[in-house]
C-alpha cells in the first residue's frame, strides 16, 4: 500500500501526464520541427518540476515527524546540515570551526529541521540525480535505463535555450524523452514509497 505522502505528491502532479498526451498528439498540426523544439524545454520543465516536487513533499513529511537528530541516519543529518559546510571550506579560522560546531551541537539537542529546497543546478543529468538517490539512500542503478536519455533531453533543452538552430529533434526523440521521464519519475515514486514505507529515514526502521 501507498504512503499517503505519495498520494499526495501524485496530486500535486497529476496534470503533468495530461500536458504529455498533449505534446504527444500536436492536435493543431503545428510544423513538426518548431513543434518539437518548443516541447524539449517542456519535457524537461516537467522533470525537473516533479523531481522537486517529490523531494519537498518527502521533506515536508520528515519535518512533520519532528525526529530527533541521533534517530536518524548520518547522511540526512549532513543534508539536515545543508550550508553549514561552506564555513568549513577553504582556510576556516578558529571562529568558523566553533561556529560550525555549535550548529552541529545545537542540531543534535534539537528535533532535526530539513529546509526544503532541492537543488537541482538548473541540470537534472544524471550526476545531479545520482547526488539526489545518494542523499536519501535511493537505488541510482534503478534510474540508469532513462537517464541516457534525459542527459540527452537536458543537452538539447540547453541547446534550443542558448539559440543554437542546428539541434533538430523530431517526434521519435520527443516520445523518447517523455518515455524516459515518466520511467524515472514512476521510479522514483517507488523508491519515495520504500524509504518512507520502511523508515529508512531512521537508524533502526520500525
Not at 499517503?4 to 498526451?21: Q, Y
Not at 543534508?79 to 550548529?103: A, M, P, V, W
Request: include cysteine.
Amino acid at each position: 500500500m501507498a504512503h499517503n505522502v505519495i498520494a499526495e505528491i501524485l496530486e500535486n502532479n497529476n496534470w503533468r501526464d495530461g500536458e504529455f498526451a498533449k505534446m504527444k498528439a500536436n492536435a493543431s498540426a503545428v510544423e513538426e520541427i518548431f513543434w518539437c523544439r518548443m516541447c524539449v524545454p517542456l519535457i524537461y520543465a516537467h522533470w525537473e518540476g516533479f523531481v522537486v516536487d517529490s523531494l519537498k513533499e518527502l521533506l515536508k513529511y520528515l519535518n512533520v515527524l519532528k525526529l530527533p537528530a541521533t534517530a536518524v541516519p548520518v547522511h540526512l543529518v549532513v543534508l539536515c546540515l545543508g550550508d553549514s559546510y561552506k564555513s568549513l571550506s577553504g582556510k576556516q579560522n578558529f571562529e568558523q570551526r566553533i561556529d560550525f560546531t555549535n550548529k552541529f551541537n545545537l542540531l543534535l539537542k534539537n528535533t532535526i529541521k530539513f529546509k526544503t529546497k532541492i537543488e537541482t543546478k538548473s541540470n537534472l543529468k544524471s550526476d545531479v540525480m545520482r547526488d539526489l538517490c545518494y542523499m536519501f539512500h535511493f537505488d541510482f542503478k534503478k534510474f540508469e535505463d532513462g537517464m541516457s536519455d534525459i542527459d540527452r533531453l537536458v543537452n538539447v533543452r540547453n541547446s534550443i535555450a542558448h539559440g543554437e538552430n542546428s539541434v533538430v529533434p523530431d517526434m521519435k526523440n520527443i516520445l523518447k524523452y517523455i518515455d524516459a521521464v515518466k520511467f524515472s519519475t514512476d521510479l522514483l515514486i517507488d523508491e519515495i514509497n520504500e524509504f518512507l514505507s520502511g523508515s529508512k529515514y531512521l537508524i533502526n526502521p520500525i
